[in-house]
């Protein structure tokens, strides 16, 4: 049963209770009980024959940095979420092309020299994660892309609406000020971003897809937000599920609109990320990645 520690003495038992003959892997966030990664990595690595750890560990805002330099070097590496993703960035060493124009790391690379001395890679899988999602369900394309919450995840489904081919995407949120960064995050990857005030929905243009990146917990409707016929919304948050924000788009939608489940984007995300664990390369497949993708799959009822 995969570990969820919530105190700094509860991520030094797990520091100290590391058996160097295995690796050990985790995600960070807070919270955390409510995660998925670790049944879809250790579904991933008992399917590969690894004899590989992976644990939930909460860790308070601030503490991502002193967790990492407490780790021994049977640590490969962490999946990183809320609210660690910007800290990610700052203390990794070299970071991917996607991390680097979101600003937000998802995933930390452990290596090691002959000394012991260690080296961390930042990368960025939660676009691949929502790219793949999407085009499961039959979602290649989009032009304007309507993006409710400023956080990490929504600079991630900016640089994503523009590999679907975006030429705008509209932010929602309640307080614009601190989402002004987006609008560069758009500017990198030539797409126009504009700030709008979640309270006023119903004036936004058509969008053909809206992406939700607010926590499960948050119960704000999408339901005045335009759109047209058959669009789609993936709403990242995916505890509970079906989620309030799906059932009303679906009721809403002319049609019927595509709901994604935020469990699409955190399996494919988590492919790529126990590519980059166990092959340093997260564009190179698995050598048996349909039987660890069905594993995946299985665990978060996606298969």
């Known amino acids: 049963m995969p570990q969820r520690l919530s105190t700094k003495s509860g991520w030094r038992r797990i520091l100290n209770s590391s058996n160097a003959t295995h690796r050990r892997l985790g995600v960070v966030g807070h919270p955390i009980s409510h995660s998925l990664s670790p049944a879809l990595h250790n579904a991933a690595y008992g399917t590969m024959g690894l004899e590989w750890a992976y644990d939930a560990i909460d860790i308070e805002p601030g503490g991502l940095g002193d967790f990492v330099n407490a780790l021994d070097s049977t640590w490969r590496g962490l ?6 993703k910007t800290e990610a960035l700052a203390i990794s060493d070299e970071v991917d092309v996607i991390a680097r124009r979101t600003g937000a790391v998802n995933t930390l690379v452990f290596d090691y020299d002959v000394e012991g001395n260690r080296s961390i890679s930042g990368y960025n899988t939660d676009v691949t ?11 290649h394309t989009a032009v304007h892309v309507a993006v409710v919450g400023g956080g990490a995840t929504a600079a991630s489904a900016i640089v994503a609406s523009a590999e679907l081919g ?11 000020a601190r989402a002004q960064p987006l609008i560069a995050v758009g500017a990198s990857v030539g797409v126009v971003v504009a700030l709008h005030d979640i309270a006023d929905l119903a004036s936004v243009a058509p969008v053909d897809l809206a992406i939700s990146t607010l926590p499960g917990d948050v119960t704000t409707s999408l339901a005045s937000l335009p759109r047209v016929s058959r669009a789609a919304l993936l709403d990242v948050a995916y505890n509970p599920w079906p989620s309030i924000r799906g059932d009303a788009w679906v009721a809403e939608t002319p049609s019927g609109g595509i709901v994604v489940s935020g469990k699409a984007m955190l399996a494919h995300q988590a492919l790529v990320q126990v ?9 190179l497949s698995l050598p048996t990645e349909e039987s660890v993708r069905k594993a995946m799959f299985h665990m978060v009822q996606l298969a």
């Open 275 to 283: 590519r980059l664990f166990t092959q340093g390369d997260g564009s």
């Open 129 to 139: 994660g929502i790219v793949w999602a999407l085009g499961e369900t039959g979602v």
């Open 166 to 176: 975006a030429e705008r995407v509209t932010i929602l949120v309640r307080n614009s």
């Open 79 to 84: 999946s990183v979420t809320m609210p660690h």
